[in-house]
């Protein structure tokens, strides 16, 4: 086959160069995919081995491009827009199993506060006094919140094409200017400072947990309110009557290792 074309890392180590096929014809990509199954289609591929192949179709190329730039895109407007460019049906399905292979999945977005420069330096402040506290000690906290729950409706969420361990990333997010969420651990939320909510914690818990503002990620009862979210969305709810029996019935069936899990997290 000839000479290998290489070229010089930083280390002046050398390497094949890789050569990129973009492509229209799914035959092309389906034959590179099935290689294996076919004797004279493996000894091309090994001939060619030297050369560090690597064969991609355009459109998926395209898939992933318009998710990266940005990923709150539906799959059905990818699918509609690569149709116009193609000249060519696309079906939505297709552009989901496409970027499935590719790494990314729908997932929904995180809500993340916008954090003033203030509140930064309270999170860093609370993360470093209480990072190495024992398992014991959040055994023994009370976390508290207040949720709001739907009967219909998702109250705002959004799904974002990403790949694993990027939930974080600000284009996976939707930034919110206040956060009205709170934390016996205790937040600064007007609702859990009233003098009602103070005199009754004086007596009933007087050690109390003050979470910096805008930190719905230092309570793991968020974790639950989604845990319990995902069980009532499996039922068929027809009245408010309902929709409160099947809260409380959902909130009762909630197995105690999912909440010890949940403040067995606390630590990391």
Known sequence: M????????????????????MTDHNPLVWLNR???SNPRLMR???????????????????????VKIDPKISAPKIAASTSNT???????????RVLRKAGYNG???????????RNRVKRLKFAKEHILKPQQFWNEVIFSDECKFNIFGS???????????TSHHPKHTIPTVKHGDGSVMQDNDPKH???????????HCRNQLNTPPQSPDLNVIENLWSHLERAVQKHQITSKEQFKSVLQEEWLNIAPETTRHLVESMPR
Do not use: C
């Not at 193609?86 to 297709?94: D, F, I, P």
């Open 34 to 36: 099935n290689v294996s």
């Open 2 to 21: 000839g000479a290998v074309l290489t070229q010089l890392t930083e280390q002046g180590e050398e390497h094949p160069i890789l050569y990129l096929i």
């Open 107 to 117: 997932r929904v977005a995180r809500k993340n506060p916008l954090i003033g420069k």
């Open 155 to 165: 109250d705002g969420r959004l799904m974002v094409w990403r790949k694993p361990n």
């Open 193 to 203: 400072t009233a003098f009602v909510v103070k005199e009754r914690l004086l007596y």
């Open 44 to 66: 091309w591929a090994l001939a060619l081995q030297p050369y560090n192949f690597r064969i991609v179709h355009r459109s998926a190329k395209s898939y992933t491009s318009s």
């Open 86 to 96: 193609l000249g060519r049906s696309v079906s939505a399905e297709t552009v989901r």
